[in-house]
């Protein structure tokens, strides 16, 4: 007989961001507790200055069985809040009405049919930026909230549109210098350079604390429409990273991708976290936990049922211990054991 040990490491791009970015406030939240070995729940913390409700007072609640209505206003804010961290850490704005990618001809009645009939081309109105989010994430907000939402989270971490803006200039100084090497996050963990390819653009380059590259084809620096107006309703432009991306539907390098701090910062934040999995699913197998698969953030191993293998709590703690080449990040882990898989 065997038995899935299940662990995930908890709130990963939140941690790693928080580090990344040095955000002392939003570091504080994962300092072990009494009882709380991996910390504040990070929502729930952000709940609480969202809302201005005592952290404890909402923990109780959205524990608190006994009272199902305080429980399930206390697990509203909380999900209020989660989408909120997830969205606006990567610098997703409230949102609005925008157009959809994907647009599709209004054949009049009188057309001819064809691909160049010469009819209109209509998009659908769609919700944008964390106003659409939610409702993706089956969290209906009003785009009033939405906005809300991010300008808290923007006030109680200030460090981290610091950090968006700092990998904006980095990028910046890297392709319109020569030979320019920049180092940036703790300890200049992650360094940012560029090879020039005769024929073609530069390729960017972003070297990662395990020392994994990512890259950017073709890129360089160009005037483009941002995705907001400026205080008189008018177009805004400015200097910005594009680059090469991969068509989907034709696989060919074809399209040009344009990109900002917050999304080089989510990048990164992401390559760091696969990184850390990637050395903890390792880990298991050195431990003579075969992993038989892994789910964004979690490792699941396959092991025979009986008291000698290695349990749950010997995966939570090497997902709890820090990695050497991200010193001052602090790790947790949650997990189960049973007979059957499930989220």
């Given at each position: 007989?065997?038995?899935?040990?299940?662990?995930?490491l908890n709130a990963i791009e939140t941690r790693v961001g928080a580090w990344f970015s040095q955000c002392q406030a939003l570091m504080d939240v994962f300092t072990p507790?009494?009882?709380?070995?991996?910390?504040?729940?990070?929502?729930?913390?952000?709940?609480?200055?969202?809302?201005?409700?005592?952290?404890?007072?909402?923990?109780?609640?959205?524990?608190?069985?006994?009272?199902?209505?305080?429980?399930?206003?206390?697990?509203?804010?909380?999900?209020?809040?989660?989408?909120?961290?997830?969205?606006?850490?990567?610098?997703?704005g409230g949102g609005g009405w925008g157009r959809s990618s994907d647009g599709y001809l209004d054949h009049t009645d009188d057309c001819p049919g064809g691909k160049h009939?010469?009819?209109?081309?209509?998009?659908?109105?769609?919700?944008?930026?964390?106003?659409?989010?939610?409702?993706?994430?089956?969290?209906?907000?009003?785009?009033?909230?939405?906005?809300?939402?991010?300008?808290?989270?923007?006030?109680?971490?200030?460090?981290?549109?610091?950090?968006?803006?700092?990998?904006?200039?980095?990028?910046?100084?890297?392709?319109?210098?020569?030979?320019?090497?920049?180092?940036?996050?703790?300890?200049?963990?992650?360094?940012?350079?560029?090879?020039?390819?005769?024929?073609?653009?530069?390729?960017?380059?972003?070297?990662?604390?395990?020392?994994?590259?990512?890259?950017?084809?073709?890129?360089?620096?160009?005037?483009?429409?941002?995705?907001?107006?400026?205080?008189?309703?008018?177009?805004?432009?400015?200097?910005?990273?594009?680059?090469?991306?991969?068509?989907?539907?034709?696989?060919?390098?074809?399209?040009?991708?344009?990109?900002?701090?917050?999304?080089?910062?989510?990048?990164?934040?992401?390559?760091?976290?696969?990184?850390?999995?990637?050395?903890?699913?390792?880990?298991?197998?050195?431990?003579?936990?075969?992993?038989?698969?892994?789910?964004?953030?979690?490792?699941?191993?396959?092991?025979?049922?009986?008291?000698?293998?290695?349990?749950?709590?010997?995966?939570?703690?090497?997902?709890?211990?820090?990695?050497?080449?991200?010193?001052?990040?602090?790790?947790?882990?949650?997990?189960?054991?049973?007979?059957?898989?499930?989220?």
């Amino acid at each position: 007989m065997y038995r899935f040990n299940v662990c995930d490491l908890n709130a990963i791009e939140t941690r790693v961001g928080a580090w990344f970015s040095q955000c002392q406030a939003l570091m504080d939240v994962f300092t072990p507790l009494p009882g709380l070995p991996n910390g504040r729940d990070p929502y729930l913390d952000f709940a609480s200055r969202m809302y201005g409700v005592p952290y404890e007072t909402l923990y109780h609640d959205l524990h608190n069985k006994q009272d199902k209505k305080k429980q399930a206003e206390a697990k509203f804010k909380r999900q209020m809040a989660k989408v909120g961290v997830l969205a606006a850490i990567y610098r997703q704005g409230g949102g609005g009405w925008g157009r959809s990618s994907d647009g599709y001809l209004d054949h009049t009645d009188d057309c001819p049919g064809g691909k160049h009939c010469g009819c209109p081309m209509v998009y659908d109105k769609v919700k944008t930026g964390l106003w659409n989010t939610a409702e993706n994430m089956g969290v209906i907000m009003t785009q009033e909230e939405a906005h809300q939402i991010v300008r808290s989270f923007r006030e109680a971490y200030l460090e981290i549109p610091a950090c968006w803006k700092m990998l904006e200039d980095v990028v910046m100084d890297v392709l319109k210098g020569t030979n320019t090497v920049r180092r940036v996050g703790p300890g200049g963990c992650v360094t940012i350079d560029k090879i020039n390819i005769e024929g073609r653009g530069a390729l960017l380059r972003i070297q990662l604390p395990s020392g994994r590259y990512l890259h950017y084809l073709d890129a360089r620096i160009e005037n483009c429409l941002m995705p907001w107006k400026d205080g008189d309703g008018n177009d805004v432009y400015r200097e910005a990273l594009v680059y090469a991306g991969q068509n989907q539907k034709t696989d060919q390098w074809d399209i040009w991708v344009q990109s900002h701090g917050g999304k080089l910062f989510e990048n990164i934040v992401q390559g760091i976290a696969r990184d850390i999995l990637a050395v903890k699913l390792l880990e298991f197998e050195d431990r003579e936990m075969p992993v038989v698969g892994h789910v964004h953030d979690e490792g699941i191993c396959l092991v025979p049922d009986d008291p000698f293998s290695p349990t749950v709590k010997d995966m939570v703690r090497i997902m709890s211990t820090p990695v050497d080449w991200a010193p001052g990040l602090l790790l947790g882990a949650d997990g189960f054991e049973g007979s059957f898989y499930h989220k």
